[in-house]
């Protein structure tokens, strides 16, 4: 047997743009389930979505993948 271990990575996500009102936070709850990262999303005071992802290092990169595009109601300009 052959057995690949994946590095487990915890990466904080601050998104910009319209993102809020707009059901941002429940996609990210559904990305974060479909690529099997834990973590948190929260609405920042000044706007923005702050995201926690923790999981392998692969998953977690498709997950920021997929909070780039958002919802279809959401335009986001900019995630660092």
């Known amino acids: 047997?052959?057995?690949?271990l994946e590095m487990i990575v915890a990466?904080?996500?601050i998104i910009s743009g319209l993102v809020q009102g707009v059901g941002y936070r429940f996609f990210t709850q559904r990305a974060a389930a479909r690529h099997q990262v834990r973590g948190y999303v929260k609405n920042l005071a000044d706007?923005?979505?702050e995201a926690l992802a923790?999981?392998?290092?692969k998953s977690v990169e498709n997950f920021k993948h997929d909070l780039t595009a958002g919802p279809s109601f959401s335009n986001v300009e900019h995630i660092r």
Do not use: L, S, T, W
């Open 1 to 4: 047997m052959n057995f690949e």
């Open 11 to 13: 990466r904080k996500f």
């Open 47 to 49: 706007g923005r979505v």
């Open 54 to 57: 923790q999981g392998g290092e």
